[in-house]
């Protein structure tokens, strides 16, 4: 398959190609993300973000892209503690996932925590100022994805892999 570049960001952390189709993929480096499922008290805490590229406030878990070398579970409690402000303490590895693999390189790591060991404030990026942490009982957050009203992937993913494992 024939693909051209048509983007490079200044950093080169991300690429665009074109393939002869028309089909617009997006080659991302670092290319992985770890989120973080964490429940307490039989809710979940999840996050809601505005999301430029939907123009929408979407749901989803804390988490977010990792940093070079960075070990994929420090990465799901470091931006579980960014954006909701909660430290966590043990994690369990739930699975990797490629939440757009018709458009992105960009794999996943699922995590999921009910130790939950200490609220502080959220340490925010100013692009992140949209972020905003709730909880939510576990059964609410299944009804919602199941009625079209949530639409994340990696949330829908995360939660199933949780449920499928028995933690949720």
Request: aromatic content about 6%; glycine content about 6%; proline content about 3%.
């Given at each position: 398959?024939?693909?051209?570049?048509?983007?490079?960001s200044?950093?080169?952390?991300?690429?665009?190609?074109?393939?002869?189709?028309?089909?617009?993929?997006?080659?991302e480096?670092?290319?992985?993300?770890?989120v973080?499922v964490?429940l307490?008290?039989?809710?979940?805490?999840?996050?809601?973000?505005?999301?430029?590229?939907?123009?929408?406030?979407?749901?989803?878990l804390?988490?977010?892209?990792?940093?070079?070398?960075?070990?994929?579970?420090?990465?799901?409690?470091?931006?579980?503690?960014?954006?909701?402000?909660?430290?966590?303490?043990?994690?369990?590895?739930?699975?990797?996932?490629?939440p757009?693999?018709?458009?992105?390189?960009?794999?996943?790591?699922?995590?999921?925590?009910?130790?939950?060991?200490?609220?502080?404030?959220?340490?925010?990026?100013?692009?992140e100022?949209?972020?905003?942490?709730?909880?939510?009982?576990?059964?609410?957050?299944?009804?919602?994805?199941?009625?079209?009203?949530?639409?994340?992937?990696?949330?829908?993913?995360?939660?199933?892999?949780?449920?499928?494992?028995g933690l949720?």
């Open positions: 398959m024939k693909k051209e570049l048509v983007y490079q200044r950093d080169k952390e991300i690429e665009v190609f074109e393939d002869e189709f028309g089909s617009i993929t997006l080659k480096m670092p290319h992985e993300a770890a973080m964490a307490e008290n039989d809710s979940l805490i999840l996050i809601s973000q505005y999301r430029p590229a939907v123009d929408e406030i979407i749901i989803q804390p988490g977010g892209g990792m940093k070079e070398k960075e070990d994929p579970m420090k990465a799901a409690k470091r931006e579980l503690l960014e954006e909701t402000g909660i430290v966590c303490g043990e994690a369990v590895f739930l699975g990797s996932i490629q757009s693999a018709c458009l992105s390189n960009v794999i996943t790591h699922v995590f999921f925590t009910k130790e939950i060991i200490e609220y502080k404030s959220q340490r925010l990026e100013k692009k100022a949209t972020i905003q942490a709730f909880h939510i009982p576990v059964e609410r957050a299944f009804h919602n994805i199941e009625q079209g009203i949530w639409k994340d992937s990696e949330m829908a993913h995360g939660l199933l892999l949780a449920r499928l494992k949720i």
